[in-house]
């Protein structure tokens, strides 16, 4: 079986919106597109590497999907796994994706999500697609958070852990702090909350 892996760049307060550039998403007027270009050094960019030259297929939302299908393919050499990974897209609007090779999911998505992770292949990275994320956080199909954590607060946005997130435990298996302050942490899923007292 197939892990469902959420790779994110988050700000303190939890928004991962437009972390790339400025025009990347400015919906709801956000004003902070670009914010993680400060914070960029060599750790983080080795460990970001490795993440992108890993097997993988991607399960992405259609905005996201929208925001990389014209510009991947004019940066294959950044990231080349990216074009050459099975795209797997939410929407119940899109009725093709030009980005080869790609698969919409429409209708009973939760369901298709279930089997395609069920089926054999690389490990499904699911980037951006905020409001995705919370349909996958609330039917508890994620496996696995890599976050990278900055140390800023944007205040508004769209936020990682919105209306989706449920009650669930994680265990740490990795993590490094980069020079620049950015916390890279490997968070995957340990089962039911705990409780205890002092």
């Known amino acids: 079986m197939r892990k469902i892996i959420v790779l994110e760049h988050v700000s ?7 972390p790339g550039g400025p025009d990347e998403d400015n919906s709801g007027g956000f004003a902070y ?3 993680v270009a400060p914070y960029s050094d060599e750790i983080l960019g080795t460990l970001l590497s490795r993440q992108m030259n890993m097997p993988f297929d991607l399960l992405l939302g259609r905005k996201t999907y929208e925001i990389w299908a014209p510009y ?10 990216v074009n050459k990974a ?3 897209v939410t929407s119940n609007t899109l009725t093709s994706g030009e980005w080869k090779p790609s698969v919409l999911l429409s209708e009973d998505i939760v369901e298709k999500i279930t089997r395609v992770k069920q089926q054999q292949g690389p490990d499904l990275h699911v980037w951006g697609s ?5 349909t996958l956080m ?5 496996d696995v958070f890599w976050l990278m954590i900055y140390p800023v607060t944007l ?3 769209k936020r990682l852990f919105a209306g989706g997130t449920i009650p669930a435990a994680f265990k740490v ?26």
């Open 33 to 35: 597109g670009g914010w």
């Open 72 to 81: 991947w393919p004019k940066h294959a050499d950044v990231w080349p796994g």
């Open 138 to 142: 609330k039917y508890d199909l994620i």
């Open 12 to 18: 303190l307060d939890g928004v991962i919106q437009a």
């Open 130 to 134: 905020s409001d995705l994320i919370q």
């Open 155 to 157: 205040g508004s946005g």
């Open 173 to 198: 298996t990795e993590s490094t702090v980069t020079p620049n302050g950015v916390i890279v942490v490997n968070y995957e899923r340990a089962g039911e909350i705990e409780t205890g007292s002092f």
């Open 86 to 88: 099975t795209k797997y």
